[in-house]
C-alpha cells in the first residue's frame, strides 16, 4: 500500500539562479525616487530601468543581446518633465513602452533596434488627463493600444493610445491607488487603496463590482493581482506589522480561501504571477530574497515552494514574459 506522504506537484523542486557576472549590467545609477513600483520592465528583446536623472527624469532602454559595462554615452529616454515613476512594455509590441512622471502625464515610445547615440526625446503621444502626478501605468492585457494609468488625484483613466484620448475615466477611489492589475483577458480590474479597501471594477460598467474592507488589518500599503481562476492574490501587513498574503473569491469577499502570516519587515511585498504553472513570486525592496508559492485547487491553496536568497538587496525588479524565456534549459521564469 503506498501513500504519498509529499504533495504531488511539478513545481516543488523549482529553484532559482542567479545570472552569471557577464549576463548583467554594471554602472547603472537607480532612481533612488521613493515609490512603491518595481522600476524596471523587461520582454524579450529590451530591459528598461528609471534612472536618476538631473532636471526631469528619464529611463534606460537596453537591448538584452548587449550585456556588460554600460557605456557611459549610452542614450537615455528623456522626455518627462518631473521624475519617472513607473514603466511597462506593450504586451503587443516589444518596440512600444509606456512610462509615466511626477509631471503628471503619460508618454508612450517607439523604441528603435538599434539605439544610436542621441537620447530619445520625442514620444508617439503625451496623454494628459491626470491633475496630479501619475504613479501606475499598466497596458490591457488583450486589447490592442489600451493603456491604464492612475494618479494621485485618485482617478484611473482608460486611453486609447492610437489617438491619445481618455475613453474611460473612473473616480471611485477616495485616497491614493496603491496598484491596478487586470485579470487574465482584460474583462475586470482590481485596486488597492489607501482607505485599505480591495475592489474589484468593471471598466465596461464603469463601477465598482466587488469591495472588502481591510483584507489585511494592517495600515501598510496592500497588493493585489488576479490569478487565473479568477480569485485574487493579496500581500499586506498584519496589525502587528507582520507581512501576510492571502487568497480570496471575488463573489464571496466574507471569508479568505488561505491567509499566510510569513515575517516581520517593513518592506512592501511585489508580487509576479505566472498563470501558465500558478506560480507566484514575492519579491520586496531592500529584500535579498524572492520566495516562491504555488497556488492549487486543494487545500491550503497556497503552499510555500521555496525561497531564492542574494547577497545584495532587490533596488527594483521585472518579470520577463513567457516567450522570453529558455525553454531548452528549462526555465520557467526569468
Excluded at 497556497?302 to 527594483?316: A, D, I, M, W
Amino acid at each position: 500500500m503506498s501513500r504519498s506522504i509529499v504533495r504531488q506537484s511539478k513545481f516543488r523542486h523549482v529553484f532559482g539562479q542567479a545570472g552569471k557576472t557577464e549576463q548583467g549590467y554594471d554602472d547603472i545609477r537607480v532612481s533612488k525616487v521613493t515609490w512603491d513600483s518595481s522600476f524596471c520592465a523587461v520582454n524579450p528583446k529590451f530591459l528598461a530601468v528609471i534612472v536618476e536623472s538631473s532636471g526631469g527624469g528619464a529611463f534606460l532602454v537596453l537591448p538584452l543581446s548587449k550585456m556588460g559595462r554600460l557605456d557611459k554615452n549610452h542614450p537615455l529616454v528623456t522626455g518627462h518633465t518631473g521624475p519617472v515613476l513607473d514603466i511597462d512594455w506593450c504586451p503587443h509590441n516589444d518596440n512600444i513602452l509606456a512610462s509615466c512622471s511626477e509631471d503628471t502625464t503619460a508618454m508612450v515610445w517607439q523604441i528603435p533596434d538599434q539605439m544610436g547615440t542621441r537620447p530619445i526625446s520625442e514620444p508617439i503621444v503625451v496623454l494628459e488627463g491626470h491633475s496630479k502626478r501619475v504613479g501606475i501605468v499598466t497596458w490591457h492585457p488583450t486589447a490592442r493600444n489600451i493603456l491604464l494609468t492612475a494618479g494621485s488625484d485618485n482617478l484611473i483613466i482608460i486611453w486609447n493610445v492610437g489617438t491619445g484620448e481618455a475613453l474611460i475615466s473612473m473616480d471611485d477611489h477616495p485616497d491614493l491607488i496603491y496598484n491596478v492589475s487586470w485579470n487574465r483577458n482584460g474583462s475586470l480590474f482590481c485596486t488597492t487603496c489607501k482607505d485599505r479597501r480591495l475592489r474589484v471594477c468593471d471598466p465596461r460598467k464603469r463601477e465598482v463590482v466587488a469591495e472588502r474592507m481591510a483584507p489585511h488589518d494592517g495600515i501598510r500599503p496592500m497588493r493585489a493581482i488576479f490569478t487565473r481562476d479568477g480569485n485574487l492574490f493579496t500581500t499586506g501587513f498584519t496589525r502587528m506589522s507582520q507581512r501576510e498574503l492571502g487568497l480570496w473569491d471575488p463573489t464571496s469577499f466574507e471569508e479568505p480561501i488561505a491567509l499566510l502570516e510569513l515575517d516581520t519587515s517593513n518592506g512592501v511585498l511585489l508580487p509576479y504571477y505566472d498563470p501558465d504553472t500558478n506560480m507566484v513570486y514575492l519579491c520586496g525592496k531592500g529584500d535579498s530574497s524572492i520566495r516562491y508559492f504555488e497556488i492549487t485547487e486543494e487545500p491550503p491553496y497556497v503552499h510555500y515552494l521555496s525561497t531564492f536568497s542574494s547577497k545584495e538587496p532587490q533596488r527594483g525588479m521585472g518579470f520577463m514574459p513567457k516567450r522570453g524565456v529558455d525553454v531548452s534549459k528549462c526555465e520557467i521564469a526569468r
